[in-house]
Protein backbone atom coordinates (compact mmCIF):
# COMPACT_ATOMS: atom_id res chain seq x y z
CA UNK A 1 0.00 0.00 0.00
CA UNK A 2 1.44 3.10 -1.08
CA UNK A 3 1.57 5.81 2.08
CA UNK A 4 2.30 9.72 1.96
CA UNK A 5 5.92 8.99 2.83
CA UNK A 6 6.38 6.45 0.10
CA UNK A 7 5.15 8.88 -2.73
CA UNK A 8 6.88 11.87 -1.54
CA UNK A 9 10.07 9.84 -1.76
CA UNK A 10 9.72 10.18 -5.42
CA UNK A 11 10.26 14.34 -5.40
CA UNK A 12 13.69 14.69 -6.15
CA UNK A 13 16.24 17.45 -7.60
CA UNK A 14 17.28 17.67 -10.70
CA UNK A 15 21.08 15.81 -8.84
CA UNK A 16 19.07 13.03 -7.71
CA UNK A 17 16.88 12.58 -10.99
CA UNK A 18 20.01 12.16 -12.96
CA UNK A 19 21.63 8.72 -10.36
CA UNK A 20 17.94 7.22 -10.48
CA UNK A 21 17.61 7.78 -14.22
CA UNK A 22 21.41 6.44 -14.78
CA UNK A 23 20.71 3.38 -12.55
CA UNK A 24 17.60 2.68 -15.01
CA UNK A 25 19.23 3.13 -18.41
CA UNK A 26 21.99 0.41 -16.36
CA UNK A 27 19.14 -1.91 -16.05
CA UNK A 28 18.36 -1.49 -20.20
CA UNK A 29 14.92 0.32 -18.71
CA UNK A 30 13.29 3.33 -21.01
CA UNK A 31 13.14 6.39 -19.27
CA UNK A 32 10.60 8.88 -20.52
CA UNK A 33 10.64 12.75 -20.02
CA UNK A 34 7.91 15.05 -20.00
CA UNK A 35 7.55 18.33 -18.48
CA UNK A 36 4.69 21.52 -17.67
CA UNK A 37 2.75 23.18 -15.20
CA UNK A 38 -0.05 20.88 -14.43
CA UNK A 39 -1.66 24.10 -12.17
CA UNK A 40 -5.21 22.16 -11.64
CA UNK A 41 -4.90 18.78 -12.84
CA UNK A 42 -7.95 17.70 -14.36
CA UNK A 43 -8.42 14.23 -16.74
CA UNK A 44 -6.67 15.98 -20.17
CA UNK A 45 -3.50 15.82 -17.82
CA UNK A 46 -4.21 12.29 -16.84
CA UNK A 47 -4.74 10.91 -20.19
CA UNK A 48 -1.39 12.88 -21.53
CA UNK A 49 0.26 11.37 -18.33
CA UNK A 50 -0.43 8.02 -18.78
CA UNK A 51 0.19 8.23 -22.35
CA UNK A 52 4.04 9.59 -22.05
CA UNK A 53 4.20 6.56 -19.55
CA UNK A 54 3.39 4.12 -21.85
CA UNK A 55 6.52 5.35 -24.08
CA UNK A 56 8.55 3.52 -21.85
CA UNK A 57 9.02 1.72 -18.54
CA UNK A 58 10.10 4.93 -16.09
CA UNK A 59 8.60 8.51 -16.56
CA UNK A 60 10.37 11.74 -14.96
CA UNK A 61 8.12 14.72 -15.14
CA UNK A 62 9.53 18.11 -14.96
CA UNK A 63 7.52 20.21 -12.56
CA UNK A 64 7.51 24.08 -13.18
CA UNK A 65 8.45 25.91 -10.04
CA UNK A 66 5.65 28.30 -8.97
CA UNK A 67 7.86 31.20 -10.28
CA UNK A 68 8.23 29.83 -13.61
CA UNK A 69 4.42 29.32 -13.84
CA UNK A 70 4.02 32.60 -12.72
CA UNK A 71 6.40 33.84 -15.73
CA UNK A 72 4.97 32.12 -18.20
CA UNK A 73 1.00 32.20 -17.60
CA UNK A 74 0.89 35.31 -15.59
CA UNK A 75 0.81 37.21 -12.40
CA UNK A 76 -2.24 34.97 -10.48
CA UNK A 77 -0.93 31.63 -11.26
CA UNK A 78 -0.55 28.91 -9.98
CA UNK A 79 -3.72 28.32 -8.58
CA UNK A 80 -2.08 25.42 -6.66
CA UNK A 81 1.23 26.02 -5.46
CA UNK A 82 4.35 23.78 -6.45
CA UNK A 83 4.49 21.48 -3.35
CA UNK A 84 0.98 20.63 -3.70
CA UNK A 85 1.13 20.22 -7.37
CA UNK A 86 5.08 17.74 -6.64
CA UNK A 87 2.57 15.34 -4.24
CA UNK A 88 -0.58 15.07 -6.30
CA UNK A 89 1.75 13.90 -9.30
CA UNK A 90 3.97 11.74 -6.87
CA UNK A 91 1.19 10.06 -6.27
CA UNK A 92 -0.10 9.22 -9.56
CA UNK A 93 1.56 5.10 -10.02
CA UNK A 94 2.62 5.89 -13.35
CA UNK A 95 4.82 8.97 -12.53
CA UNK A 96 8.67 7.54 -10.94
CA UNK A 97 10.02 11.66 -10.55
CA UNK A 98 9.28 14.37 -10.16
CA UNK A 99 11.55 17.39 -10.81
CA UNK A 100 10.99 20.81 -10.00
CA UNK A 101 12.50 23.35 -12.44
CA UNK A 102 12.70 26.88 -11.91
CA UNK A 103 13.41 28.13 -15.12
CA UNK A 104 10.91 29.09 -18.21
CA UNK A 105 12.12 25.37 -20.10
CA UNK A 106 13.23 22.27 -19.04
CA UNK A 107 16.17 22.34 -21.02
CA UNK A 108 18.98 22.12 -18.20
CA UNK A 109 16.99 19.55 -16.60
CA UNK A 110 17.04 17.43 -20.02
CA UNK A 111 20.68 18.06 -20.07
CA UNK A 112 21.03 16.52 -16.69
CA UNK A 113 19.05 13.91 -17.02
CA UNK A 114 19.57 12.66 -20.39
CA UNK A 115 16.16 11.10 -20.74
CA UNK A 116 15.40 8.17 -23.69
CA UNK A 117 12.30 9.59 -25.06
CA UNK A 118 10.83 13.42 -25.03
CA UNK A 119 7.34 13.97 -25.09
CA UNK A 120 5.19 17.40 -24.91
CA UNK A 121 2.38 18.02 -26.68
CA UNK A 122 0.90 17.00 -30.19
CA UNK A 123 0.58 21.30 -30.37
CA UNK A 124 4.21 21.29 -30.67
CA UNK A 125 6.55 20.25 -34.04
CA UNK A 126 8.87 17.68 -33.04
CA UNK A 127 11.93 19.51 -33.89
CA UNK A 128 10.64 23.14 -31.93
CA UNK A 129 10.38 21.01 -28.95
CA UNK A 130 12.49 22.13 -26.30
CA UNK A 131 15.89 19.76 -25.76
CA UNK A 132 14.93 17.62 -29.02
CA UNK A 133 19.07 18.33 -29.58
CA UNK A 134 19.86 16.71 -26.33
CA UNK A 135 17.61 13.26 -27.07
CA UNK A 136 17.76 12.65 -30.61
CA UNK A 137 21.79 13.29 -29.83
CA UNK A 138 22.28 10.20 -27.93
CA UNK A 139 20.08 8.09 -29.90
CA UNK A 140 16.60 9.00 -28.44
CA UNK A 141 12.98 10.08 -29.42
CA UNK A 142 10.93 12.61 -29.40
CA UNK A 143 7.31 12.40 -29.65
CA UNK A 144 4.07 14.24 -29.06
CA UNK A 145 0.58 13.17 -27.88
CA UNK A 146 -2.51 13.96 -28.71
CA UNK A 147 -4.27 16.18 -26.04
CA UNK A 148 -7.73 15.64 -24.71
CA UNK A 149 -10.39 18.20 -26.11
CA UNK A 150 -11.80 20.49 -24.26
CA UNK A 151 -9.88 20.20 -20.93
CA UNK A 152 -7.59 22.93 -19.78
CA UNK A 153 -6.86 24.70 -16.30
CA UNK A 154 -7.14 27.53 -17.79
CA UNK A 155 -10.37 26.87 -19.23
CA UNK A 156 -10.80 25.35 -15.86
CA UNK A 157 -9.59 28.79 -13.99
CA UNK A 158 -12.31 31.06 -16.22
CA UNK A 159 -14.93 28.89 -15.70
CA UNK A 160 -14.86 29.40 -12.21
CA UNK A 161 -14.45 33.22 -12.57
CA UNK A 162 -17.44 33.30 -14.22
CA UNK A 163 -19.71 32.22 -11.71
Known sequence: MMTTTSFKTKIATAKQASKIVQQWQQNKEKVVFTNGCFDI???????YLAAAASKGQRLVLGLNTDASVSRIKGPTRPIVDEQSRAIVLAAFTFIDLVVLFDEDTPYEL????????????????????VGYDIVTQRGGSVETITFVEGFSSTNIIDKLSRQ
Not at 41 to 47: D, F, S, Y
Not at 110 to 129: C, F, H, M, R, S
Open 41 to 47: IHRGHVE
Open 110 to 129: IKTIQPDVLVKGADYKVENI
